[in-house]
T-cell receptor, first 114, second 114 residues
Framework: EADIYQTPRYLVIGTGKKITLECSQT?????MYWYQQDPGMELHLIHY???????EKGDLSSESTVSRIRTEHFPLTLESARPSHTSQYLC?????????????FGPGTRLTVL | SQQGEEDPQALSIQEGENATMNCSYK?????LQWYRQNSGRGLVHLIL?????REKHSGRLRVTLDTSKKSSSLLITASRAADTASYFC??????????????FGKGTKLSVIP
């Protein structure tokens, strides 16, 4: 079944730890995105990719990094987590070239940094 | 700068009533989309309306678009308790960085009381 997956769903870690949030999609979409969203607030685009080996920074400055080695996989890494990184992280994908840019979202990872 | 702004920020209605949410934006768009987000989850695409369309229906959803006023409205008819969620408008517009980009508003929190 075509879908988009995020793991873990919840993560509580201490300051200074390195973490990787996983995102995978089985829809064959070229475009993928990472958003940061505080509870009840708007989404902020932090990274996006147009395809393999393509990564771009979004509107919101972030200390995280991303990679796109495979079409289906778009992990986000924080080298040294801080309490200010506490938020929900949403991964999304969309089909390139159809002119609509409809995005499909994963369930999100809620990150808490103590 | 924020592209889409929803109004109201929060809306509480009785089951069976209609719910109307509005979205205003600032620049020319390719299309406008509405998404729903249940608490703590990812976003789900509801409906897309292209810039050359004025009205679109999907089940109990009706979306209108007025490009002269740069505004859109989402009407949910005969609301149900299960419609309780946050609703976001998103505008697909030329980013100036060589691609179209989807920008989300702050959302309207809808509560449907049984």
């Amino acid at each position: 079944e075509a879908d988009i997956y995020q793991t873990p769903r919840y993560l509580v870690i201490g300051t200074g730890k390195k973490i990787t949030l996983e995102c995978s999609q089985t829809m064959g979409h070229d475009k993928m995105y990472w958003y940061q969203q505080d509870p009840g607030m708007e989404l902020h685009l932090i990274h996006y990719s147009y395809g393999v080996n393509s990564t771009e920074k979004g509107d919101l400055s972030s200390e995280s990094t991303v990679s796109r080695i495979r079409t289906e996989h778009f992990p986000l890494t924080l080298e040294s987590a801080r309490p200010s990184h506490t938020s929900q992280y949403l991964c999304a994908s969309s089909e390139a070239g159809n002119g609509y840019n409809e995005q499909f979202f994963g369930p999100g990872t809620r990150l808490t940094v103590l | 700068s924020q592209q889409g702004e929803e109004d109201p920020q929060a809306l509480s209605i009785q089951e069976g009533e209609n719910a109307t949410m509005n979205c205003s934006y600032k620049t020319s768009i390719n299309n406008l989309q509405w998404y729903r987000q249940n608490s703590g989850r990812g976003l789900v695409h509801l409906i897309l309306i292209r810039s050359n369309e004025r009205e679109k229906h999907s089940g109990r959803l009706r979306v209108t678009l007025d490009t002269s006023k740069k505004s859109s409205s989402l009407l949910i008819t005969a609301s149900r308790a299960a419609d309780t969620a946050s609703y976001f408008c998103a505008t697909d517009a030329w980013s100036g960085a060589g691609s179209y980009q989807l920008t989300f508003g702050k959302g309207t929190k809808l509560s449907v009381i049984p």
